[in-house]
């Protein structure tokens, strides 16, 4: 399985942006789309919607460093 092969780096990757205090600009970045909404035909800001796309590795690491936030709040009984 891809996820288990990568995994390891993953993990790597995240530990070392950790101590190192580095983000990587990769990881700030995001695509916006705009798109007009059906019903509204004329020419407004409000007749379209902005749809912003994350980088999927942004989304999993953030998702790996919440959970490590949780792990420690909960061992060190930091929530109510």
């Known amino acids: 399985m891809v996820v288990l092969a990568i995994a390891k780096d993953l993990v790597e990757v995240t530990n070392n942006c950790f101590i190192n205090r ?8 995001s695509l916006t789309m705009v ?5 509204k035909k004329n020419f407004f800001l409000g007749s379209y919607r902005l749809i912003a796309l994350k980088n999927i590795l942004a989304k999993v690491l953030k998702k790996y460093i919440a959970n490590i936030m949780l792990k420690a ?6 929530l109510f």
């Open 22 to 29: 580095i983000i990587l600009k990769s990881l700030k970045e």
């Open 35 to 39: 798109l007009r909404k059906k019903e």
């Open 73 to 78: 709040a909960e061992e060190y009984r930091l």
